[in-house]
């Protein structure tokens, strides 16, 4: 009997002490894989600050992010937590990277050496106020200091969060000559539905993945020939329409500008045409557009629309 309640303690001492199901992404940006390899193939990205759960363990962590996607990452990548630890990351004061590009300093002073580079939607933990810098915390427990100029204190930044049109492509215009990158979700190389993700995300918009993933969200729009049905803002697709009751392939997607002119990431960040007399003109895309997609009207009214205010992820 005796010995039966001693393996019972220690059983209950492994499965309390089993590695944390919840964590936070620790580097500027992760790339994730389809299986735990150096040689597999890169899915997508996920930027720090942003809470992700574990799946399995391992030298590689099998993880899922916010938006639902799955990948495997290097356990470097994620701060492990507690049920406690990861509810407390969540609901801590957060310092938002607000500019393209920038670096976590050791010191209060430019000159310091960097504790890590960042980039635009990172997310860190707010731990005070120094001259020209934020004093902040990394998932994983590191320090260091963020110019004020290049990040905002979240309060702040909900404070002057812009979600309609005009603000997004003002955002979507400072990806312009950006690299196209296959599975990229960050200023350092998106691609197409990579680059609009990242957009939304830095106005706090939370969206599905893939273009595939994307189309069927907010209001189905089928495009009148002059477009002029279309507003500056909504997600045009692109691809090829299903045949005898096959689905449609939506392989490529980009944002409407107005006035027949698009922005998306095909080889970099551009901005195209659909007018044929136009010096930007791009026939090939022209030629495989599908249908557009209204959904800044529809964020956190219809599912897989969300915010970091109420999406799962963020609130446990």
Not at 42 to 61: D, F, N
């Amino acid at each position: 009997m005796k010995k039966t309640v001693i393996f019972l303690l220690a059983a209950l001492a492994a499965f309390s002490m089993r590695a944390a199901d919840r964590g936070v992404i620790t580097l500027s940006v992760a790339n994730m894989r389809d299986t735990g390899d150096y040689s597999a193939e890169m899915i997508t990205q996920a930027i720090m600050g942003t809470p992700v759960h574990i799946l399995q363990e391992g030298r590689w962590l099998q993880i899922q992010t916010p938006d639902g996607y799955k990948g495997w990452v290097l356990n470097e990548a994620v701060a492990p937590m507690s049920a406690e630890e990861y509810s407390a990351w969540n609901s801590s004061e957060k310092v938002i990277v607000t500019d393209m590009y920038g670096i976590v300093y050791s010191a209060p002073d430019v000159k310091s050496a960097p504790v890590s580079d960042i980039v635009g939607g990172n997310r860190l933990r707010y731990l005070g106020t120094k001259g020209k810098f934020f004093r902040v915390g990394f998932p994983d427990g590191r320090e260091g200091y963020v110019l004020r100029s290049a990040s905002a204190r979240e309060e702040d930044w909900r404070k002057g969060l812009r979600q309609d049109a005009a603000s997004v492509l003002a955002t979507a215009h400072r990806f312009l000559g950006i690299p196209y990158l296959w599975a990229g979700m960050s200023p350092k190389g998106v691609d197409c539905s990579g680059f609009v993700r990242a957009t939304l995300y830095m106005h706090d918009i939370i969206i599905p993945r893939d273009a595939s993933q994307m189309a069927p969200r907010g209001e189905r729009i089928h495009i009148a020939a002059d477009f002029s049905n279309l507003l500056p803002g909504d997600l045009l697709f692109f691809g090829k329409f299903g045949v005898d009751g096959a689905r449609d392939r939506v392989s490529h997607v980009g944002f409407y500008i107005g006035d027949g002119y698009f922005i998306h990431s095909l080889g970099y960040v551009h901005v195209s045409s659909f007018m044929p007399d136009d010096p930007l003109y791009d026939e090939a895309d022209t030629k495989r557009l599908l249908y557009a997609s209204r959904i800044l009207p529809y964020i956190n009214e219809m599912e897989g629309l969300t915010t970091t205010a109420t999406n799962q992820f963020y609130n446990e």
